[in-house]
């Protein structure tokens, strides 16, 4: 048979390998599908129909009918205009008083405006929960790595000690000890195949991915840990989306407060009608009306309290978000500094101090200087070490991904 074929079927047979994904692929990824983005972005679409809603003047009202409509003597006969019935067509207008319309549209504004920065500030949080995802991903890969390892060689190992045994070269003591560490590395490696699942299935959901979660992989190097929690120039906290958007908001709480006071400004129906009347000479009359409600001066005061209770909870939110933000600043620098430290600290101390104990003690054990035990500790310590280093990464990648979320500015008319 031509090889040609088999090695095309053994090709097909071979299992799903995964896809490398970049930081920037990831985010590309996010902007397009994320959940909480798309939903952002709706929310901005329907406070800009809010927007046309409320520039929209009443509209006016045109009315038909007739008052007289005898029974005894019914409508008659003939053409309409022979009927005795009288007919009449109005047409009405609505005269807002009191910049009612003006106001409605500020509100508006001011809304459109605090979800447009609400979609950016929801940008911001979705980048850092990619961080954190993205290089939770990437952790659980090492870890992975490492767990595989660790059961390979423990494997290794049981099976020389297996030969050692049956020459008499060891006791049976050391082949037990050993088969234990490996069932011990055996369960370490399906943990961390199941940690990897997680850590895949939650970066595809936070991207949208419909592909399988099995085939995604974190392919970006760890962030370097030089980087100083340093404010950039000309930094404003102010300036940030959401403290914007807070601002936004009390700026359409102030414009519906002064809509709700100008409820006080009672608005002028205007209206033209024209009758036929049979019996009338010249058969059309024309006529006109002007109504205004009679209500009092406390009929709305409920909308005013109402109104004014929104405009004061919007300046206390606004208020706990500015010193929110300024907290965070300074946990979040705090934060990375500690984790940049602890990382150069596993990284050019306890990491090549441990490596190089576990390598004094596998020479010494090969050479009948050291004992099984103590061989075993070097690992366990060795692999524990490299563990806590994995995630000193982790947490000084998450912990400079929050101090960039926290310090980022959008761009003017960013969306």
């Not at 929960?129 to 992975?144: N, V």
């Not at 300024?326 to 984790?339: D, N, S």
């Amino acid at each position: 048979m031509n090889a040609k074929p088999l090695l095309f079927l053994s090709l097909l047979m071979l299992p799903c390998i995964a896809d490398a994904m970049t930081l920037a692929q990831a985010e590309a990824a996010l902007r397009e599908k994320n959940p909480d983005i798309l939903a952002a972005r709706i929310e901005l679409r329907g406070a800009q129909g809010d927007l046309f809603d409320a520039a929209r003047r009443p509209p006016a009202e045109l009315s038909m009918g007739s008052s007289k409509i005898s029974r005894q003597q019914g409508i008659g006969a003939g053409p309409w205009k022979d009927k005795r019935v009288d007919s009449t067509l109005g047409l009405g207008w609505t005269w807002e008083r009191g910049g009612k319309r003006h106001l409605r549209v500020d509100g508006a504004q001011a809304r459109g405006e605090a979800a447009r920065l609400d979609l950016l500030d929801q940008q911001r949080e979705q980048v850092f929960a990619l961080h954190e995802a993205y290089f939770g991903l990437k952790a659980a890969q090492q870890s992975l790595q490492m767990a595989d390892d660790n059961r390979a060689g423990s494997a290794r190992a049981l099976a020389a000690a297996e030969r050692q045994l049956a020459t008499g070269a060891i006791a049976p003591i050391e082949r037990n000890r050993l088969a234990v560490e490996d069932m011990k590395a055996e369960a370490e490696a399906r943990q961390a195949r199941q940690e990897l699942l997680d850590a895949q299935t939650g970066l595809a959901l936070l991207i949208g991915s419909t592909q399988p979660p099995e085939q995604l992989q974190a392919d970006d190097p760890w962030p370097q840990s030089g980087v100083a929690a340093e404010l950039p120039q000309g930094f404003d906290p102010a300036l940030r989306a959401d403290l914007q958007a807070a601002a936004a908001r009390v700026h359409a709480a102030d414009a519906e407060r002064r809509l709700a006071r100008s409820l006080r400004h009672r608005d002028v129906q205007l209206g033209v009608e024209m009758e036929r009347e049979p019996t009338d000479i010249g058969g059309v009359t024309w006529g006109f009306s002007v109504s205004v409600p009679l209500a009092g001066p406390d009929h709305y005061r409920g909308q005013i309290l109402r109104a004014e209770a929104d405009y004061d909870a919007a300046v206390l939110e606004q208020q706990h978000s500015g010193q929110l933000a300024r907290a965070q600043l300074r946990q979040a620098g705090g934060q990375l500094e500690a984790a940049g430290t602890r990382l150069r600290h596993y990284e050019q101390r306890i990491a090549p101090a441990a490596r190089q104990a576990l390598d004094g003690m596998e020479l010494a054990y090969r050479r009948g200087a050291a004992s099984l035990t103590d061989l075993l500790d070097a690992r366990r310590t060795w692999r524990e070490a490299e563990q806590e280093r994995v995630q000193a990464l982790l947490e000084h990648a998450v912990a400079l991904a929050r101090w960039q979320a926290l310090v980022a500015l959008p761009s003017p008319q960013g969306t």
